[in-house]
């Protein structure tokens, strides 16, 4: 009975339209988490804060989605699809409008976090829609779409910013992305349908507190390690009771009977496989989105453009193949994609490891384009082959738990890349004559790299040999 009630609901949807809402409004939302990472430098002599303080603007984007979007699972099951649309654009818009005329540092990062709850709403919202909307045997060419803007967006990101830079002030970054929020939220008030079913379970602030501490203690604490080091009291602090937290929040999740996010998707075994490979390739993602940066400016010398136009090729090409790769795991499942997937990110990062002062901006594109196919080649077959296992009732937990550990796999990633790089470079000084030598800080900079890929190695190591196990799941 229940079955022809579902049928029923969803005779009169129209998917494409609401996938296309889904997919702008996403495009704006992750260009928008490292759209302002080239205006750091900017931002530091405009807004006169040092470093360290100026990292917030995008720590403060990820650690606020890290507590959101565990919390989603229950606001999916509370509150309408339109509701829900609308309020994730109406945060993105605030939020753009308080940052573009920030005074201060304090009111751009305010800002900044009021456009992260619109991304921390709507990425998860997506995901379960897209899964509830089209059947099995569509769903991998759908999650190809989302991927094409999950990755294309943060890919031009850099390079567009960049260019608005040159010609532009900061603000600008924020002031264009306006019309592109206005012209979505339009959009989606037009063609957006409620899809999903409301039980509205009872609410419980214990593990929304514990969650929140959690999740956000861990992006927090990862994130303070990558500038204060591993040893920081405050560093240490964090991830402890940021661990406990979670222990704590996972047993009561397993005993109450309404939990907040239902941990019981790990039951699953192509999830949990899944989500494994997700995360380990998320956090090569996301090492290499810092590392190589770094190694081109400082390393090969540079402009920030140059450097964000270098690795636009890569993120493009990767965003094309989402789309191939999506119909190809409709028709061939996920085994012949997940693995040749890692093997080609090892061979990529074995070579990036051993990059030098003397390599061809040509060189760092082909490789960072050969990451970026293993990338496609894993991503998405991953976590669609994953959700397909679950049960309808755990769609929206399976994507809230898929999200999260991305955040957080990537806050880890980026503090491991930079906490190996600075060690590597460190001891790279005290084996030369002069270490104050400033001639030497290119070359110390990129053994500190060299160093650092063999991070991204180890992970794509271990998705190799967790992929062996992965199985079609129908």
Not at 170 to 186: E, G, M, Q, R, T
Not at 217 to 231: M, P, R, T
Request: with cysteine; hydrophobic share 55%.
């Amino acid at each position: 009975m229940s079955t022809v009630t579902h049928e029923q609901d969803l005779s009169g949807i129209k998917p494409v339209p609401i996938l296309i809402a889904f997919l702008i409004a996403g495009f704006i939302g992750l260009f928008s988490e490292t759209a302002l990472n080239m205006a750091l430098g900017r931002l530091m002599i405009e807004l006169d804060v040092v470093s360290s303080t100026v990292q917030w603007i995008t720590t403060g984007y990820l650690l606020t989605m890290g507590i959101l979007i565990p919390v989603s699972a229950l606001l999916i099951q509370w509150f309408s699809t339109r509701q829900l649309f609308v309020a994730s654009l109406l945060f993105s818009i605030v939020g753009a409008i308080v940052s573009g005329m920030a005074p201060t540092f304090e009111v751009l990062l305010l800002g900044r976090i009021i456009q992260a709850i619109g991304t921390g709403l709507l990425i998860p919202l997506m995901f379960n829609t897209a899964l509830i909307i089209f059947p099995i045997h569509r769903r991998g060419t759908v999650m190809g779409l989302i991927g094409l803007v999950m990755m294309s967006a943060p890919a031009v990101g850099p390079a567009t910013s960049g260019l608005i830079i040159e010609m532009l002030s900061w603000n600008w970054i924020l002031w264009l992305l306006l019309p592109f929020l206005l012209f979505s939220l339009v959009y989606g008030l037009i063609f957006m349908q409620n899809v999903s079913t409301l039980t509205k379970p009872k609410i419980d602030v214990l593990s929304i507190v514990l969650s929140t501490i959690g999740f956000g203690g861990l992006v927090y604490g990862f994130s303070l390690a990558g500038d204060k080091g591993w040893a920081d009291v405050l560093v240490i602090s964090a991830i402890l009771v940021a661990l406990t937290s979670l222990v704590i929040f996972s047993f009561r999740q397993l005993k109450i009977d309404n939990p907040m996010l239902d941990l019981r998707a790990f039951k699953y075994p192509m999830f949990s496989l899944g989500i494994f490979c997700v995360a380990a390739t998320f956090m090569i993602i996301l090492s290499t989105m810092i590392l190589l940066p770094l190694y081109l400016q400082i390393g090969l010398g540079v402009t920030a453009l140059a450097a964000g136009l270098v690795l636009m090729p890569g993120g493009a090409l990767n965003g094309i193949l989402s789309l191939v790769v999506g119909r190809a795991f409709d028709t061939h499942g996920p085994k012949w994609l997940i693995t040749p997937g890692f093997i080609i990110m090892l061979v990529m990062l074995w070579n990036l490891s051993n990059v030098t002062t003397a390599t061809s901006t040509l060189m760092i594109i082909l490789l960072h384009s050969g990451l970026m196919v293993g990338v496609s080649l894993v991503m998405m077959p991953a976590q669609t082959n994953g959700l397909n296992q679950l049960p309808r009732s755990l769609y929206p937990d399976g994507t809230a738990l898929i999200n999260t550990l991305m955040q957080v796999s990537g806050s880890i990633g980026t503090a491991l890349a930079i906490t190996i790089m600075s060690a590597s470079q460190s001891n790279f000084l005290k084996s030369v004559a002069d270490p104050a030598d400033p001639t030497l800080v290119s070359t110390s900079l990129t053994a500190g790299v060299q160093t650092a890929f063999i991070l991204g190695i180890g992970l794509a190591a271990s998705g190799l040999v967790v992929s062996f196990f992965i199985k079609p799941s129908r």
